[in-house]
């Protein structure tokens, strides 16, 4: 049973444009989501996070929206770089702020940003 | 400040052996936590280690045991190793025990069993 549901494996985007990174989870418990990403060779970077409370959180160019009654939550970035590609992961934690020692995460999306 | 550190990058090993895979924590973070990724998957949690105790288990059999030393690093252990096993094996400490909150990832172990 997969808790966390990224359905889209691959996404292209032409540089400058936006990118949108879809995930979906049915865990109710969970109330705690972040967004990693993952260069080949390298391990998962974090890059942020947003917990059940609220709906939107931003960094820069990377906002994350959670929408708590459709399970639903995004990554936005905004405008995107050839240097945002890669694989991007979405994770879930039961516990606010990460008080829970365990991730669930999706099986990851490939950003592909085209010059 | 030195980040998370893996050893050994690649391996390759025969079906029923046993491996030890070791990593050492980043400066200042006492939990160590495993995942397990497989191919075309995402990293899946395998065990966490605090103050050489394991701190909470995912979904593994026992045969995946581990170990932590005082100064952090931290082990882990596969036993009877199946063609299944073959993944990368990801380290991720943290500062405080029992959160996932400001986990470093290493860059993993490729373990291949044939």
Request: charge should be neutral.
């Amino acid at each position: 049973d997969q808790q966390v549901k990224q359905n889209s494996p691959s996404l292209s985007v032409q540089e400058g444009r936006i990118s949108i990174l879809n995930c979906d989870y049915t865990n109710s418990m969970f109330d705690y989501f972040l967004w990693y990403k993952k260069y080949p060779a390298e391990g998962p970077t974090f890059l942020i996070s947003i917990s059940s409370i609220k709906d939107k959180n931003e960094d820069g160019r990377f906002t994350v929206f959670l929408n708590k009654s459709a399970k639903h939550l995004s990554l936005h970035i905004v405008p995107s770089q050839p240097g945002d590609s890669a694989v991007y992961f979405c994770a879930a934690g039961v516990g606010y702020e990460g008080s829970n020692y365990k991730l669930t995460f999706g099986k990851g999306t490939l950003l592909t940003v085209n010059p | 400040e030195t980040g998370v550190t893996q050893s050994p990058t690649h391996l390759i090993k025969t079906r029923g052996q046993q491996v030890t895979l070791r990593c050492s924590s980043q400066s200042g973070h006492n939990t160590v936590s495993w995942y397990q990724q497989a191919l075309g998957q995402g990293p899946q949690f395998i065990f966490q280690y605090y103050r050489e105790e394991e701190n909470g288990r995912g979904n593994f059999p026992p045969r995946f045991s581990g170990l932590q030393f005082p100064n952090y690093s931290s082990e882990l252990n596969v036993n009877a190793l199946e063609l299944d096993d073959s993944a990368l094996y990801l380290c991720a400490s943290s500062l405080a025990a029992g959160t996932n909150y400001g986990y470093t990832f290493g860059s993993g172990t490729r373990l291949t069993v044939v």
